[in-house]
């Protein structure tokens, strides 16, 4: 269930702008005012329940930080990747 961090690289190489940290996915997400992020969150919450898997999430000013990692095998797994997609069509 645990990814290998030989297959963490290779899915990496096919998402903008995530890294890994700590065996957990993460990006920051920029935006022009706090309630952008805000409403942002909002739709990653709803994309969460919807997966049963959920971020931890930072809102700044400006900006959202947002990190992904599967509690339930204490590491990255392929739920991690799945919601990261969704999450980069939730920007626009
Ligand atoms: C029973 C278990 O808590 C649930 O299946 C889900 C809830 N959301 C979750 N989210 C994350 N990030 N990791 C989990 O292991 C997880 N488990």
Redesign the pocket.
């Known amino acids: 269930m645990k990814l290998s961090s030989k297959e963490i690289k290779n899915r990496l190489s096919g998402l903008n702008g995530w890294k890994e940290e700590n065996s957990t996915l993460m990006k920051t997400y920029r935006f022009p005012s706090y309630m952008d992020g805000v409403r942002f969150v909002e739709r990653i919450a709803e994309a ?1 329940e919807e ?6 999430l930072l809102i700044r000013y400006g900006q959202v930080e947002v990190r ?6 204490g590491g990255i ?1 392929e ?2 990747f799945q ?1 990261a997609q969704v999450i980069e069509t939730l920007t626009g």
Do not use: E, G, I, Y
Not at 51 to 56: E, F, I, K, Q
């Open positions: 969460a997966a049963n898997h959920h971020p931890d992904l990692t599967t509690h339930d095998v797994s739920k991690d919601l």
